[in-house]
């Protein structure tokens, strides 16, 4: 089956810009995270959206921003780019079920697309 | 306080040969899971193998074990006769089942580098 499909995998911008990633989750998988990957501060966690509700958020300013779609595709915005916003972004889904807990077990783990390198000039 | 710790930032291995790369974390919560992933130079994150905190036996994926002791908060990878592809980072994860905090929280990292 498919994969985790994160568009486009390059993309370079300009300080003030904003850009929008976007994210197909496996089919079933109705759970999409976002993590922002950048060398000083390693893996962070973004948000969550399970049925186009977000259920988490990270410590990231307003100008982050995500949304899903019925289909469970995701989308992430990032407004007023700046400089340190420079970073690979990845998507994962995931069998979570909609309640609070996981579900425990592997095959409620995540699968990881290959990330949307940002770069902010 | 640090949830997850991988106190090695690099290491190198021959081919063929096994080697650990260690994980500590810290949690309150009785319920959790651990993961470890591989991340290639392409990006990709890898799910290699999980391990849940009430699972009595250690995981094992193939060339992937999981030497998990709970006691100390441990939770290191074993690769068995590593291969050049194995090149890579390699990172620890925690989920903490209860909280509803539904976000994986990541180590530093290990880079694992296979020599010939």
């Known amino acids: 089956k498919a994969g985790v499909t994160q568009t486009p995998r390059y993309l370079i911008k300009t300080r003030g810009q904003q850009v929008t990633l976007s994210c197909s989750p496996i089919?079933?998988?109705?759970?999409v995270s976002w993590y922002q990957q950048t060398p000083g501060q390693g893996l962070q966690f973004l948000f969550e959206y399970f049925s186009e509700t977000q259920r988490n958020k990270g410590n990231f300013p307003g100008r982050f921003s995500g949304r899903q779609f019925s289909n469970s595709r995701s989308e992430m915005n990032v407004s007023t780019l700046e400089l340190g916003d420079s970073a690979l972004y990845l998507c994962a889904s995931s069998l979570a079920s909609g309640g609070a807990g996981w579900g425990v077990g592997p095959r409620y783990g995540y699968t990881f697309g290959s990330g949307t390198r940002l770069t902010v000039v | 306080a640090q949830k997850i710790t991988q106190t090695q930032p690099g290491m190198f291995v021959q081919e063929k040969e096994a080697v650990t790369l260690d994980c500590t974390y810290d949690t309150s919560d009785p319920s959790y899971g651990l993961f470890w992933y591989k991340q290639p130079s392409s990006g990709e994150m890898i799910f290699l193998i999980y391990q849940g905190s009430y699972d009595q036996q250690n995981a094992t994926e193939g060339r992937y074990s999981l030497n998990f002791q709970k006691a100390r908060k441990s939770a290191n990878l074993v690769i068995s006769a590593s291969q050049l592809g194995d090149s890579a980072m390699y990172f620890c994860?925690?989920?903490?089942?209860?909280?509803?905090?539904?976000?994986?929280?990541f180590g530093s990292g290990t880079r694992l580098q296979v020599q010939p």
């Open positions: 089919s079933g998988h109705r759970s």
């Open positions: 994860a925690m989920r903490e089942e209860d909280t509803g905090r539904r976000a994986l929280t």
